[in-house]
């Protein structure tokens, strides 16, 4: 389960002068975002582009301090730059690179070596995840010159092969095609039930669709703050719309239904 | 240790794969000792030949047949040089200097006139100067044998010109060149440590951050120093087997060298070859973490790569204070990386005995300038993503 507690973080954007000395502009990216994620749910981060959803999330991962706020994942304090909460999280962030001259089962092994796996079960793992996501045709193949979709699938691997309890993907969709959507899809809904592990999953996009085909509960964020939760039906209900999108919208964009939810 | 290994044998993988960083290994090793041995062994053979060769080119030498007989008695041939010669040793076509003798040679000389020769060479072209002093040499013989025959002629002995006999004892061509050979040898190897490790250094730090492979990677609980440890033991494992094969090419590049001289500097002993190692290794471990922590500020391989640039610009520079120096070596010289490897690579070359004390000060700013690096490296790896 990740707690986050009046979450905010501002950056300061230094000056474009070498010569002059002038003000850091400061940039407001997280002013107070708070949701809860339980297990055995998939919580999507609904908001537009720049609203904060992966400052946050990078938060999460321990990769960037808070400036106030609280994140607790199974109870425990993270803090950015300790590795205590990192064993309990697989993450797919923005940057998902591999290692072009590695074969995508070696990148994947690599990491589960990492997460303190020994290499049979690391394979064993590899070999259960090719399964899954489809990975097989390329498992042995050196990463340099994958498709975006091979590249993705890969790099999710990589970020489930410990096998976390706590899963947090950003925009995972990206660069997937339909099939490749609809086969994340079902592994995400695998990983939610008991059979997968009832794992607790935080899943971060801009897509209306995927939301409402996916998740539990919804965490609507705009200009960096969590502006309305609760599941699809209960936004829908809130906003009065039949339509997500509309919703959406309404909640992100118009400060009167941002204020009543 | 156990994430350690993990890491530093990754990487290792990842820069045997890399085509850049083997090509850069392969040059380094295969060629780059080989070759300057065989350019240092032509170079003093072809100094050697031009003296041993025993021929002078001259134009106008039918001016002068009493001056060809001493010339030909001393065991030179004489060449006629070609019309053209001002041309040809400025084309550096000509490698000998050439001595002009004017018609009026044997005429002067016969009512007691001083005839002039000339010895004409062309500056830029340095073969040509170093044929000069042999043939100044052979003049100053003829000068002499005509002015003592016309002394003993009227009685007079030969030996009143020479207050004081002057002898030439010549040890030094063969030393000048070994000192040439050994600091280049000793250059070759600080050159060899900087570049050796350079792309792999950039890809295991800069790399990952313009792949996008760092983010994830501090994502997983294993710690900064770990990383920074596992990347470093890769990167210098890699500059010192570079190092060692270059030390042992030695070997085999001593058979292409023709030259004799050269041939008998380079006979190392086992042991002094491992005692290079030894010297070099600390030196080599520094410079790879110097690397890494350079190229961590880069957000790209090119700008790590410009970055690094400094760093091979500046191992010759420092190499060749020691050049400028008079006397004996300063003491701080013993803590200036590459200057205190240079020192006793020097010693080890010049068959001096090198104790553990001389290595001691060498190997602790090593050890210093090493963990400096390291540790600015882990704490840069992670502060780079906030």
Known sequence: MIRVENLSKQFSRASNSFWKREQNEIVQAVTNVSFTAADGQITGLLGANGAGKTTSLRMIAALLKQDSGQILVDGVAVHAGEQRTQAQMGVLSDARGLYPRLSARENIVYYGLLHGMTREQANGRVDQLAEILDLKKFIERRCDGFSQGEKMKTALARALVHDPRNIILDEPTNGLDVVATRALREFLRWLRSEQGGSKCIIFSTHIMQEVERLCDQVVVIAHGATVAQGTVLQLLEQTQENDFENAFVKLAFEPAHRDAA | ?386
């Not at chain 2, 060629?31 to 062994?41: A, I, N």
């Not at chain 2, 007691?112 to 040499?137: F, H, K, T």
């Open chain 2, 1 to 386: 240790m156990k994430n350690i290994i993990v890491i530093a044998r990754k990487e290792l993988l990842d820069a045997l794969r890399d085509r850049r960083t083997m090509l850069m290994v392969f040059v380094i090793t295969l060629l780059g000792m080989p070759f300057m041995m065989v350019v240092l062994s032509e170079s003093a053979n072809r100094y050697e030949t031009q003296i041993e060769k025993k021929q002078i080119w001259v134009a106008g030498m039918g001016n002068a047949p009493i001056l060809q007989n001493y010339v030909e008695r001393q065991g030179y041939t004489v060449r006629e040089a070609p019309a053209d010669y001002e041309q040809q040793l400025q084309t550096k076509n000509l490698i000998d200097p050439v001595l002009v003798i004017d018609p009026d040679f044997q005429d002067k000389l016969a009512v007691g006139e001083r005839p002039a020769v000339y010895i004409v060479m062309d500056v830029a072209n340095q073969d040509s100067q170093a044929g000069v002093r042999p043939l100044r040499a052979l003049l100053q013989g003829f000068n002499m044998e005509a002015a003592g025959l016309n002394l003993a002629m009227r009685g007079v002995s030969p030996d009143i010109l020479n207050v004081v006999e002057v002898r030439e004892r010549h040890l030094s061509r063969s030393a000048d060149s070994g000192a040439q050979l050994k600091s280049a040898l000793s250059l070759m190897l600080m050159l060899t440590m900087v570049s050796a490790g350079l792309y792999a250094a950039i890809d295991t730090s800069a790399g990952e951050r313009e792949r996008g492979s760092l983010e994830p990677l501090m994502m997983t609980p294993v710690s900064s120093w770990e990383f920074t440890t596992g990347k470093w033991m890769a990167v210098g494992s890699l500059t010192m087997l570079v190092v060692v094969f270059s030390v042992l090419s030695i070997f085999p590049a001593s058979w292409l060298v023709r030259n004799e001289t050269v041939r008998i500097m380079m006979q190392f002993s086992v042991t002094e070859l491992m005692l290079m190692i030894l010297v070099l290794l600390p030196l080599g471990l520094a410079i790879t973490a110097v690397q890494i922590a350079i190229a961590i500020n880069g957000k790209s391989h090119k700008e790590a790569q410009a970055r690094c640039t400094v760093l091979v610009v500046a191992a010759p520079l420092v190499s060749m204070v020691g050049l400028f120096k008079q006397g004996a070596d300063p003491v701080w010289f013993k803590w200036v990386p590459l200057l205190g490897q240079n020192q006793l690579m020097g010693k080890i070359l010049n068959n001096e005995v090198v104790s553990s004390a001389d290595m001691l000060m060498p190997v602790l700013s090593c050890a210093l300038i090493t963990f400096a690096a390291l540790w600015y490296v882990s704490r840069k790896l992670r502060t780079v993503l906030m």
